[in-house]
């Protein structure tokens, strides 16, 4: 994303300020809803020519499922796990292309508390297929997850990811993700996970 996105940013948080003043995004249903339909036909250019960010598509679940099995399957059942928040209708998916072929995703969470002022949600997955790092996918993943989530009110992220995970702390805290919390044996195989958060209003 280039650095005008900031101001695309300042306009949605003015944007949002009215929708909230509306009482629009007292309704998480409506919010996911409304999101869905505006991002159908959505897309985002990425800072490569070749790479992209678009939404889900159904056909997409294999491509999900088999890249989720190659890098989560080692802390856990993660392959049916991310299966069935792909079809849960409050996540948020998108998909991550490299010359119009899928190279991977991210996908946020319903919100944590709804009727707090200060929502929240969480980043549930985000993977690049391993021949495809280290080209940008995973960042701008990231970035269009934070424009998503701000778009629909969200003012925190976070996100559990294991604690030996040095290259994906690394990618976020380089996104402003701030460590919070040690989780003991969070994944189901026993590894320790690193909480960590992001305000996107500040
Ligand atoms: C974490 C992950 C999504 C990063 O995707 P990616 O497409 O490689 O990330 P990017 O190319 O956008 O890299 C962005 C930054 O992340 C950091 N980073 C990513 N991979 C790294 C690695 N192997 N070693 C060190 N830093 C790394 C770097 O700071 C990098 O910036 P730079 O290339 O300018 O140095 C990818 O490594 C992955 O899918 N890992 C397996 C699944 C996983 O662990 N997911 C996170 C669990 S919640």
Not at 131 to 140: F, W
Not at 157 to 184: G, I, V, W, Y
Request: hydrophobic letters at 40%; glycine letters at 8%.
């Amino acid at each position: 994303m280039s650095r005008g996105g900031r101001f695309g940013r300042y306009g949605e948080i003015k944007r949002i300020g009215r929708l909230r003043r509306s009482g629009f995004l007292s309704d998480p249903a409506a919010r996911f809803q409304s999101l869905k339909e505006r991002i159908r036909f959505g897309r985002k250019e990425g800072k490569g020519p070749q790479l992209r960010v678009r939404p889900v598509r159904q056909s997409d679940l294999h491509f999900v499922e088999e890249l989720s099995g190659k890098v989560f399957e080692v802390y856990g059942p993660y392959r049916q796990w991310v299966s069935r928040w792909f079809k849960v209708d409050s996540a948020v998916t998108l998909i991550a292309l490299h010359e119009e072929r899928p190279v991977g995703f991210a996908m946020l969470g319903r919100f944590s508390n709804p009727a707090q002022v200060l929502f929240s949600a969480e980043l549930l997955a985000i993977a690049v297929e391993p021949r495809k790092q280290r080209m940008g996918a995973g960042r701008l993943l990231m970035n269009e997850i934070e424009e998503i989530a701000l778009s629909l009110g969200v003012n925190r992220l976070f996100l559990h990811t294991a604690k030996d995970n040095l290259p994906a702390q690394k990618l976020f805290r380089s996104c402003l993700f701030t460590p919070s919390e040690l989780k003991r044996n969070f994944y189901p195989a026993g590894q320790d996970a690193l909480l960590m958060f992001k305000d996107l209003l500040l």
